[in-house]
């Protein structure tokens, strides 16, 4: 800030000088020298009372604590000139508070020029004031413009500034006819685009003494002359770098050329008029960062609470309704590893704008975090709320063509409703981001409203997952194993891992329940990890003890495949054990062969570690898959097996999946056979491998024990 004080320094008739809090000198202006006979250089560095003849560092110090105290003081002073003796002068002493750090600015002038000089001072500190408390731009460059009329009464001012598109906009004129300023708004700049124009065309001053005859006016002069107008100096108001912001221009009654009172009238007034519009942008500028998200330009989690808020307060003073809308999109990440981070927020920009085009004027959009968008829709009603969820729902399914690739994606859109579901915007929040969830969990491009047996859903997924951290981290989970039979031979072919838990106040939680909750919380990885290990070392253990287990089967999750270090982790492990990789099989779903790619599969099985596809014909089935790639078994769901003696249906995919598995030459293993009809099925299709309870349910490592050798 301090520098942009200083600006206007350097172009003033007074003598000036910045004082730190010690009285030291940190800067001067060109007028300074002539007064105190010093360069600017000598007299930075220097004490205050090298140059003012009636100051020592004792009386400093009792004037800086009289200022502090007043915030101005004015005494005549006597001027230490080097070489030169000394001359009379007024020094007005200021406060200034740049930046929390005090400072202080003596003006020096001589008394014959006090007039014109307190004025400019008095132009300059009343700007300067304005700035600092915040005035807006607008109030505060008309204020300026009548401050310079008062000034020099034959003057009457205009400010405009210049757009990016090079046209003009009149921001002051306070004196000016209004439809000549209107005729203005907008005017592209060139070189012979009157004063104003001319002066940003060429960013230096242009000077018409008569715009009768001028011919920089000739398309303007009709303009201007007919409300008495007749001379005109205008001169481009620079940024610090040097770069046009816009125009400070002075008009005449009578055919003339500016003194050198105007022109030193204007040169400060510029560089005022700069630092006023360069702390208007900076102002802007943090606005936006504090209110705004600086990828979409939509409003921030900040300002999204501040209107939610004010709708909140409106809805309920005239009892209308209000929706809140909580947009994800689905499969953000593929589409920004595929582009890169610049093309995923080309990506994120395109969905803010196509989908804030559908909203009203009165609705709030907000990007809330990575690929996640709310809406605030004041005066809406489920049927409003679902219509437009359904335009969202449609834009996000268009193609979006990006860097000469096409991408498809979808959104899953959670609704709560006000006051129905709850008065505050957090629990209203909360409740469209549960609703979201649950529609990204029913198979995505899909909308859901918030519902209180959706609230109980959520509220039991936490006691679960609560219970489970402590369960993972008391070792109260186990693992059960169930064993795999080769229908050719009737042995035993392997085991298939399976988590079990048993919870003091829970009791026994199925995994249907508590690993999706391992999926959502981010405990799947430590619980897979733990399972792998678990198994592995009880495969060690069996074979110890002189027990044939060919292998042994564990489930592993499509989050964990994207952990970058399971093919180490996995390797670690069978090193520990002792164990060849080939006594390993993971199983995936389909599901995660469609959202991964083939790079972690490939990696896990150059260790040597076989893969199978679970439950096979229950997700996306698809040939190319198995072919792109490494698989060495199917799993065929156990839903086909289940009526395979009453169900034709049934029968012909179950014999499908074995055909596939056979072309394939893959090892296909039928899950959940229970009976005789359903062997024998199998058997006369050639499935090779069988489990179900028909030969055992799961066991505990002590049991299957046990089991192994009753077998013998």
């Given at each position: 800030m301090q520098d942009s004080f200083q600006l206007p320094v350097e172009q003033c008739a007074l003598g000036i000088l910045w004082l730190g809090a010690d009285g030291i000198i940190t800067h001067a202006n060109d007028a300074s020298m002539h007064l105190t006979g010093a360069t600017v250089e000598a007299m930075i560095g220097k004490p205050i009372w090298a140059y003012i003849?009636?100051?020592?560092?004792?009386?400093?110090?009792?004037?800086?604590?009289?200022?502090?105290?007043?915030?101005?003081?004015q005494l005549q002073v006597t001027i230490r000139m080097d070489n030169r003796g000394s001359a009379s002068a007024e020094a007005h002493f200021q406060l200034i508070d740049v930046g929390g750090s005090t400072r202080f600015a003596v003006f020096l002038q001589g008394i014959v020029t006090r007039v014109r000089t307190e004025e400019l001072f008095l132009l300059q500190h009343n700007l300067l004031v304005a700035v600092a408390r915040g005035e807006?731009?607008?109030?505060?460059?008309?204020?300026?413009?009548?401050?310079?009329?008062?000034?020099?009464?034959?003057?009457?001012?205009?400010?405009?500034?210049?757009?990016?598109?090079d046209r003009v906009h009149v921001v002051a004129a306070p004196s000016i006819p209004q439809s000549y300023a209107q005729a203005l708004e907008g005017a592209q700049i060139g070189p012979d685009a009157g004063s104003c124009g001319t002066a940003l065309y060429f960013n230096q001053p242009v000077e018409v003494s008569d715009i009768a005859t001028d011919p920089l006016w000739k398309n303007y002069r009709d303009m201007v002359l007919p409300i008495g107008l007749v001379a005109s100096w205008s001169s481009p108001i620079k940024s610090r770098d040097g770069g046009v912001l816009g125009t400070f221009a002075v008009y005449f009654r009578e055919p003339r050329e500016p003194s050198e009172f105007h022109k030193q009238l204007v040169a400060v007034c510029t560089h005022l008029t700069g630092i006023a519009i360069e702390r208007n942008e900076a102002d802007k500028k943090l606005h936006d960062l504090a209110f705004y998200d600086s990828l979409t330009g939509l409003p921030n989690r900040k300002l999204l609470r501040d209107r939610a808020a004010v709708a909140l307060a409106n809805a309920a003073h005239t009892g209308t309704q209000l929706a809140i809308l909580f947009v994800d999109l689905d499969r953000f990440k593929v589409i920004n590893d595929a582009l890169g981070h610049s093309g995923g927020d080309q990506f994120l920009r395109m969905m803010a704008e196509q989908f804030n085009n559908v909203v009203r004027q009165a609705d709030t959009m907000s990007r809330l975090g990575s690929d996640e968008f709310v809406l605030v829709l004041p005066l809406c009603d489920s049927l409003q709320a679902a219509h437009l969820a359904q335009r969202l729902l449609e834009i996000a399914a268009r193609p979006v063509r990006i860097e000469d690739r096409t991408f498809t994606s979808s959104a899953s859109i959670g609704i709560s409703l006000y006051p129905d579901d709850a008065t505050d915007f957090e629990s209203l929040l909360r409740y469209a981001d549960m609703a979201m969830h649950q529609s990204k969990s029913a198979g995505r491009s899909n909308y859901r409203f918030f519902s209180r047996e959706l609230n109980a859903s959520i509220?039991?997924?936490v006691v679960l997952e609560h219970a489970l951290r402590r369960a993972i981290a008391d070792h109260r989970l186990s693992v059960y194993y169930q064993p795999k039979i080769d229908l050719r031979h009737g042995t035993v072919y392997g085991v298939e891992a399976l988590a079990r838990w048993y919870d003091p106040e829970l009791g026994v939680v199925s995994p249907v329940r508590f690993i999706p909750v391992a999926e959502d919380c981010g405990l799947i990885g430590e619980l897979g990890n733990w399972v792998l290990d678990e198994a592995c070392r009880q495969l060690?253990?069996?074979?110890?003890?002189?027990?044939?287990?060919?292998?042994?089967a564990v489930n592993v999750s499509a989050r964990q495949l994207v952990q970058k270090d399971l093919p180490e982790t996995i390797a670690q492990i069978l090193q520990c054990y002792a164990l060849e990789p080939s006594s390993l099989i993971l199983e995936i779903t389909e599901s995660s062969m469609i959202q991964d790619d083939a790079q972690p599969l490939k990696a896990i099985h150059e260790l040597g570690v076989k893969l199978a596809v679970d439950d096979f014909g229950t997700g996306y089935s698809s040939l190319s898959y198995l072919k792109r790639f490494p698989v060495h078994e199917l799993k065929l769901d156990q839903s086909f097996v289940h009526h395979l003696a009453s169900n034709k249906d049934d029968r012909e995919l179950a014999s499908a999946v074995i055909n596939i598995g056979r072309a394939l030459h893959l090892t296909v293993v039928a899950e959940g056979v229970e009976n005789q009809d359903q062997l024998s099925f199998l058997h006369a299709q050639h499935c090779d491998v069988v489990q179900g309870y028909y030969y055992s349910p799961p066991l505990s490592a002590h049991d299957f024990h046990n089991w192994m050798l009753a077998r013998r």
């Open positions: 003849v009636e100051l020592d560092s004792t009386a400093w110090k009792e004037l800086s604590k009289s200022v502090t105290a007043e915030k101005s003081k807006s731009l607008d109030k505060l460059l008309n204020q300026l413009c009548r401050d310079v009329e008062k000034i020099a009464p034959e003057l009457l001012c205009s400010i405009m500034l210049l757009d990016e598109q509220q039991q997924s060690a253990q069996w074979r110890a003890d002189g027990l044939d287990v060919p292998s042994v």
